[in-house]
């Protein structure tokens, strides 16, 4: 039997902008992405810490080093920018590949600008990420 896991997660992450006028999605800074190994158009599960709001959406790959946050489309109307999220990516694997497995965890603060924790990347952090 396979069961759902927290694959990756993206902790306090603030939104920087909202367009409305997009396709949907959320867009993220590619160099988090690849961190955690989210890849473009993956599903995703988002939820607005400021307001408590969820959805559902894909993850888009913003311009390296950016720190863009930016909820699109009909996402735009569950947050405004400065609201903080929580972006989780779940994957399906057997219970014995589950009880050993360990999340990609990257925790921001300072309106993007610091990584206060980085838990079990694909790719390192480097000059980039201290803006």
């Not at 367009?19 to 599903?43: C, H, Q, R, T």
């Not at 599960?45 to 699109?72: F, H, K, M």
Request: net charge negative; charged share 25%; aromatic share 6%.
């Amino acid at each position: 039997m396979l069961i759902s896991v927290l694959r990756s997660k993206i902790l306090r992450a603030e939104v920087t902008e909202c367009s409305v006028d997009y396709e949907g999605s959320l867009a993220i800074d590619e160099d988090w992405m690849e961190m955690i190994g989210l890849l473009p158009y993956e599903k995703i599960l988002v939820g607005n810490i400021n307001n408590g709001e969820r959805l559902e959406t894909y993850a888009i790959p913003a311009p390296r080093g950016s720190l863009t946050i930016a909820l699109n489309g009909a996402a735009a109307h569950k947050g405004q920018a400065g609201d903080l999220l929580v972006i989780m990516a779940f994957g399906q694997m057997k219970e014995e590949e589950a009880r050993q497995w360990k999340p990609r965890v990257i925790v921001l603060a300072d309106h993007n600008t610091k990584i206060t924790r980085l838990t079990n990347p694909l790719v390192a952090r480097g000059a980039t990420y201290s803006h």
